[in-house]
């Protein structure tokens, strides 16, 4: 799979089959992938093309009903993100419901 010309990462390959997923395909081209790492804490990962800024609006939406749907599936009640580096990166990540917190972590 490839996102902005890159292949994908081997520890995106790994979160890939640690739990439910989702892809986004856009005008026939693929401009997401993302899901929950649901081993060890719930880590929520994503893999964005530039192409997924031309429709963020149906994407968020689409994004939204899929990881409401993959927690009630399996019942997960808290889910982790990584601080997002961008000011777009930042509204998406909170208009699908996370909240930013100081918060530790060991491992």
């Known amino acids: 799979m490839r996102l902005e010309g890159l292949e994908m990462a081997a520890e995106a390959r790994l979160k890939q089959i640690s739990g439910p997923a989702v892809s986004a395909f856009l005008d026939g081209k693929l401009v997401l992938c993302a899901g929950i790492q649901t081993e060890g804490i719930g880590e929520v990962w994503a893999s ?12 968020l939406k689409k994004c939204r009903a899929e990881l409401d749907g993959m927690l009630r599936v399996h019942r997960i009640w808290r889910l982790w993100s990584e601080s997002p580096d961008t000011e777009p990166s930042k509204n998406f990540i909170e208009h699908l419901g996370f909240r930013k917190i100081e918060a530790y972590t060991r491992g």
């Open 48 to 59: 964005v093309s530039k192409e997924a800024q031309k429709k963020k609006v149906t994407l």
